[in-house]
């Protein structure tokens, strides 16, 4: 909706036209996309003509403030679940579910494994 704000990197807040200090996550419901929940990535950042630029987790990775996220496979995230302690079998056994449909669909549309 073209609502614009300073980003202060220090508070990791932003601050509006009235000069009120809001969260990301208030910003983000503030200019209609609060349904999307993940405000680093609703956020741009505007260029100096005034268009839409990055996204705000972009520029936070690129100025090092951080790590690049890495898309996570079913596979992966069944890893990771197996190794939290009380973590159930049925949960990791659905997830390893998925990964293996995943694969198996991957080599039917003729795509590389993995």
């Given at each position: 909706n073209g609502l614009r704000g300073t980003f202060l990197t220090e508070r990791m807040e932003v601050m509006v036209g009235d000069g009120r200090m809001v969260s990301?996550?208030?910003?983000?419901?503030?200019?209609?996309?609060?349904?999307?929940k993940k405000w680093k990535v609703s956020i741009r950042v505007c260029k100096p003509d005034g268009s839409s630029g990055m996204t705000i987790q972009d520029w936070m990775v690129q100025a090092g403030m951080e790590h690049a996220r890495q898309a996570r496979t079913p596979a992966a995230a069944a890893a990771a679940m197996a190794a939290v302690p009380g973590t159930s079998n049925a949960g990791l056994d659905a997830l390893r579910r998925r990964a293996t449909a995943s694969v198996y669909k991957r080599k039917e549309e003729g795509g590389k494994e993995g």
């Open positions: 990301g996550t208030e910003f983000e419901r503030m200019a209609g996309r609060g349904a999307a």
